[in-house]
T-cell receptor, first 113, second 109 residues
């Protein structure tokens, strides 16, 4: 069974631009969560989607948004990029609940110049 | 909110040595997982262990939920074990993983 995939793997943007990251969960998994990893703040929860609905949200500004499609694939969008948005963005999938075993993708490394 | 503390923050071992990593959490949890992050950033799931003991090869983990801690044992360490080990929990009543700061392990030949 294929693992969680994320595209693109690397991205360079400039301040003020917007970016869209994509995540395809493991087949059969319906819950998709997004995390941001930075050296200063560590791994922080962004949001979780299930059945095309955002079920839980972390403490991030409204510039961070996401969505989930009927095939459980998910995208996250960051608008008006800031230097501090440079990070590794990780997607995780699980069967139904966040309390189920979480499987992570390889991440998208975003650099904002 | 819940606090997740990992110790030690850094660990240097010679190949073949054993080690114990600790994760303390301040409140009851519905899920506890251990992950290994490799040098390329990939988080690899090691154990799903909200309670009890599990073993997988040279690795084993024990969670004592009533005392709010978990231990990850690495035996006969290899250079490929290097990386960062994270403990992550889902607190009761929440639907998100809360990560500890990690233990950075370096295994030298």
């Amino acid at each position: 069974k294929a693992g969680v995939t994320q595209t693109p793997r690397y991205l360079i943007k400039t301040r003020g631009q917007q970016v869209t990251l994509s995540c395809s969960p493991i087949s059969g998994h319906r819950s998709v969560s997004w995390y941001q990893q930075t050296p200063g703040q560590g791994l922080q929860f962004l949001f979780e989607y299930f059945s095309e609905t955002q079920r839980n949200k972390g403490n991030f500004p409204g510039r961070f948004s996401g969505r989930q499609f009927s095939n459980s694939r998910s995208e996250m969008n960051v608008s008006t990029l800031e230097l501090g948005d440079s990070a590794l963005y990780l997607c995780a999938s699980s069967l139904v609940q966040v309390t189920d075993t979480q499987y992570f993708g390889p991440g998208t490394r975003l650099t904002v110049l | 909110g819940i606090q997740v503390e990992q110790s030690p923050p850094d660990l240097i071992l010679q190949e073949g040595a054993n080690s114990t990593l600790r994760c303390n959490f301040s409140d009851s949890v519905n899920n506890l997982q251990w992950f290994h992050q490799n040098p390329w950033g990939q988080l690899i799931n090691l154990f799903y262990i909200p309670s009890g003991t599990k073993q997988n090869g040279r690795l084993s983990a024990t969670t004592v939920a009533t005392e709010r801690y978990s231990l990850l044992y690495i035996s006969s360490s290899q250079t490929t074990d290097s990386g960062v080990y994270f403990c992550a929990v889902v607190p009761g009543g929440y639907n998100k993983l809360i990560f500890g700061a990690g233990t950075r392990l370096a295994v030298h030949p």
